[in-house]
């Protein structure tokens, strides 16, 4: 039990925000990106630094409170009721070093905070779409990046982690020093302690070629089965994607877009020569509504989804496909498209390419056979979650012949491990990880996430 003296002693020994439900900025330390819902634990720590983090899982331990990590709070899935939140917005530093192409990021950065400190150098992180995802959570997920098939999974660049365990104990992983806890955070994710920060490798990518192209709805067979003949050929030096989506009438989006159902194709390639000539057979295929393509500033890379910034309720998830035939992209227009019982946003990625060779150093990151994922989401504003719910099953259940696993990374809404871990892990992987749970999580401290149980 943390009791009122309890928790003082532990303000005591952090520098750091601790608040207790009915404090002053207890609610607004736990705001998330996901607006459904959010964690309700007995204390939050909102950590200042490493120290704080340890102090706070030793607490935890001590008085046998589940502990949760929320960084941005994008991938909120499973809720903590009564344990101990950490939160680490405020582990956001970032220190770049030109050369050795290397940034060691605060755990609670943002990749928009990279990207601005690396471009300068003429250096790009591999985030992914959007730049207000959070760096830990995306990496420790795997990490689809918007130049993917070109260098691989955002994971595979980690170089080393900062990372309190269950003993209340700030370690070193580095592929060389602990291959078997680098090889379980990376993929693992929150199961095996909590990341203070990371060091990665960047990429010569400062600049790159890229952005979309918008359909109007009607023309939606035509462009999904251009992307699927194109993607069957296209060099692993562009990294593509296809989605649908029925813009809201609101002025964040561009005129053309506002208040309508529109396929929307977006390409990234650091080659900036190839780039027009790959584009050019797109326009053939039927005529954009909209477009904005050209040579863009890494950190530009956000405007190639123009996912919207803003916190909001939604509900999603994905499948990782290992092919993507005729009959299955007809599905998907069908049950997620206009005239789809919920409004659904649709995204469908090509993977391959490196994503699909193992890394140089070992991690958990599955299934790297998958050629392309596919994810469906929707807000919650205006549904309720078991229609959504109920109308993705039926868009997952049409292209389940393909499927190989799902992304834990791309998987949104209220959810219990038991739904999910056994689909983000083959097999194998689950049992090596579960082993590696009973070495340095014996207690299962780490359990309010989608929870590998120790091996018995
Ligand atoms: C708009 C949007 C765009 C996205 N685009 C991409 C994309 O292009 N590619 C991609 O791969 N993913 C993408 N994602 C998914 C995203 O990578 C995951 O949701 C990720 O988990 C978010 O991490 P976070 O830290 O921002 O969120 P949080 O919800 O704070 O954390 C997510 C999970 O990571 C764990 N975690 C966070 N910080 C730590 C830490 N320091 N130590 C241990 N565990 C931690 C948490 O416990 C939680 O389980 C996107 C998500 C959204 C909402």
Known sequence: MATEKNVNTLMENVSGPVLCPGDEGYEEELSAFQKAYRHNPAVVVGAADADDVRHAVRFAAEHRLPVAVQGTGHG??????????????????????????????????????????????????????????????????????????EFGYAADH????????????????????????????????????????????????ARIYGGGLYYDAADAAAVLDHFRTWTASAPESVTSSVGMIEYPPIPVFPEPLRGRHVVHVRIATTDLAAGPGLVAPWREIATPIFEHLGELDYD????????????????????????????????????????????????????????????EAPNSVPFREAQYILRVLSGLDDVSEESVRAAHKAVYEAVAPWVVGRSLNFVYGRRTSSEVVGEVYPEETLRRLADLKRVYDPNNLFRRNQNISPAE
């Open 300 to 359: 530009e890379g956000g405007s190639i989804y123009r996912e919207p910034d803003f916190a909001h309720a939604f509900h999603g998830n994905n499948v990782l496909l290992r092919e993507l035939p005729p009959e299955a992209l007809e599905s998907v227009l069908r049950l997620s498209g206009p005239g789809a019982p919920v409004s659904c946003i649709m995204d469908l990625r090509h993977l391959g390419g490196a994503m699909s060779r193992p890394p």
């Open 76 to 149: 909120l899935t499973v809720l903590d009721e009564g344990g101990l939140v950490i939160t680490t917005g405020r582990l956001a530093q970032v220190q770049v070093d030109p050369q050795a192409r290397t940034a060691r990021i605060g755990a609670g950065a943002q990749w928009k905070h990279v990207s601005a400190a690396t471009v300068p150098h003429g250096l790009a992180p591999l985030s992914g779409s959007a730049p207000h995802v959070g760096v830990a959570g995306y990496l420790l997920g795997g990490g689809i990046g918007l130049l993917g098939r």
């Open 158 to 205: 980690v170089r080393a982690l900062d990372v309190v365990t269950a003993d209340g104990e700030l370690r070193h992983v580095t592929p060389q020093d602990e291959p078997d806890l680098y090889w379980a955070l990376l993929g693992g994710r929150d199961n095996f302690g909590v990341v203070t920060s990371v060091e990665i490798g960047l990429l010569p990518a």
